[in-house]
């Protein structure tokens, strides 16, 4: 559900009454929507294949800095979720604006994201990425790098490493599956290090994120209803 709700405060936040609005048509389409509240939202549409992901994701990093919000959502004419594949981040990468992705799962498919390279976001208070997933968060055992938040409805994974890799990141994890780390075997937090007294995974709290984001993912609460003349 988290999938859903967070995407239907951005399209509000932007000025938009539904997915449909943004006119994905199954190509990488992108416009810059402009609030009257002074906040700007460019959707990227994605092909979720490892091409079509990196496309957008380029283009919202190279983005005018005048910008605030750079959205990229699977590109679909009726759901966001209705596709197969994933948002996968497959080369490193520095964030340098304010990004989020939507990542879909389809239900037959599977999926979720994965991170395949380091994923770093750039220092200062106008970059950060937010993913949120509909389904699992995997990240290669080859990755050190993880910053960001990531929220996601199923299983997360990091990969046990080769004993002189640990995950470190500058954000946080928010599983809403009560199982979301379930650790041993294949799935939670299994970087294991050649010492045992160091940790496999470091993150970091970016209390950033809480103002960043706030225009984008956050609704008001209020509100407005208007009353008969006195």
């Known amino acids: 559900m988290a999938y859903d709700t967070l995407l239907r405060s951005v399209l509000r936040n932007a000025g938009l009454g539904s997915y449909q609005d943004i006119g994905c048509n199954g190509s990488n389409v992108n416009f810059v929507l402009g609030k009257p509240g002074g906040k700007s939202f460019h959707f990227w549409c ?8 990196e496309t957008a ?4 990093n190279g983005a005018p800095p005048g910008e605030d919000y750079q959205v990229l959502v699977p590109s679909d004419l009726t759901d966001p979720k209705n596709v197969s594949g ?8 520095t964030i340098s604006r ?11 498919v599977g999926s979720g994201m994965e991170v395949e390279a380091d994923l ?12 949120v997933v509909n389904g699992d968060l995997t990240v290669d055992s080859a990755v050190g790098t993880l910053d960001g938040v990531y929220i996601f409805n199923g299983d997360f994974a990091d990969g046990t490493g080769n004993g002189n890799l640990a995950l470190t990141g500058s954000g946080s994890l928010v599983s809403l599956s009560s199982g979301g ?6 799935k939670g937090l299994i970087r294991q290090m050649s010492l045992s007294s160091l940790p496999g995974e470091v993150f970091t709290y970016q209390p950033k994120y809480l103002l960043l984001f706030r225009f984008a993912l956050a609704l008001p ?9 006195q």
């Open 57 to 60: 994701l380029n283009g919202a």
């Open 46 to 53: 994605y092909t979720p294949t490892v091409a079509g992901f």
């Open 181 to 186: 780390f379930p650790g041993g075997g294949a």
């Open 120 to 131: 770093a976001v750039a220092a200062g208070n106008t970059s950060g990425l937010v993913a």
């Open 86 to 93: 994933l948002a996968t981040f497959a080369s490193p990468v």
């Open 98 to 108: 304010a990004v989020i992705v939507f990542s879909p799962a389809n239900v037959t």
């Open 221 to 229: 609460p209020v509100t407005w209803r208007e009353l008969p003349p």
